[in-house]
């Protein structure tokens, strides 16, 4: 699963914006944006690098030399465009809030984490100190930023902050993917006791999760 979207360099979002209108290559990019070539380039290997655009084919001019490479946008390069995500999350917790039970509410959220859960490479093996790491790994890959204290059983993940806080903020259930994510992800058993209200913070105890 691709990261959440930070902030693009101006630049970099201008090229990304022009390959999203339609497949560009290094010339037409360099005479859309009226920079040099090299410069094109260098933008090019950084959003390929960070999957924001892969290469689509080649464009073959007919004159010599060799053809140009094509770029298309990625999933991650539309992500990266976009703002909708927190207030789309916002409103559909809002909505759930409403209409669903507590119950309801709870395991629609759990499903959800199991799901994005799927969508990753499980760290689900190891001590309990190597997957509670691997939490706080995903906690951080995520937008948020996340510690661990180790004590004789459990290990405390604690959050500054959320990275889900826009739909905590309007349902604490919304919590409840994270900790299905985290079960999911890291083969642990993670119990809530987060932060809500207007400054939501991560806060789960994880043990080794029990076999079946």
Do not use: W
Not at 162 to 187: D, K, N, Q, Y
């Amino acid at each position: 699963m691709p990261g959440p979207a930070t902030p693009l360099p101006l630049s970099r979002h201008a090229v990304l914006d022009l390959i999203r209108r339609g497949a560009r290559t290094v010339n037409t990019l360099a005479e859309e944006l009226r920079i040099s070539d090299n410069a094109v380039r260098g933008h090019l290997v950084a959003l390929e690098r960070d999957g924001m655009i892969a290469r689509s084919g080649v464009v073959r001019s007919g004159g010599v030399g060799q053809p140009a490479a094509e770029y298309d946008l990625t999933q991650a390069g539309e992500l990266a465009l976009s703002s909708a995500y927190p207030a789309a999350l916002t409103a559909l917790a809002a909505a759930a809030g409403e209409r669903l039970d507590a119950r309801a509410r709870r395991a629609l959220f759990l499903e959800a984490g199991k799901r994005l859960a799927s969508t990753m490479r499980s760290r689900d093996t190891g001590t309990l100190v190597e997957r509670a790491a691997a939490c706080a790994a995903l906690i951080d890959s995520l937008g948020g930023s996340a510690t661990i204290a180790l004590g004789r059983r459990t290990a405390v993940l604690t959050g500054n902050g959320c990275p889900l806080a826009a739909g905590v903020r309007v349902e604490p259930a919304t919590c409840s993917l994270i900790e299905s994510l985290l079960e999911h992800h890291a083969g642990v058993d993670a119990v809530q006791r987060c932060q809500h209200g207007d400054r939501p913070a991560c806060r789960f105890d994880l043990r080794r999760a029990q076999p079946d």
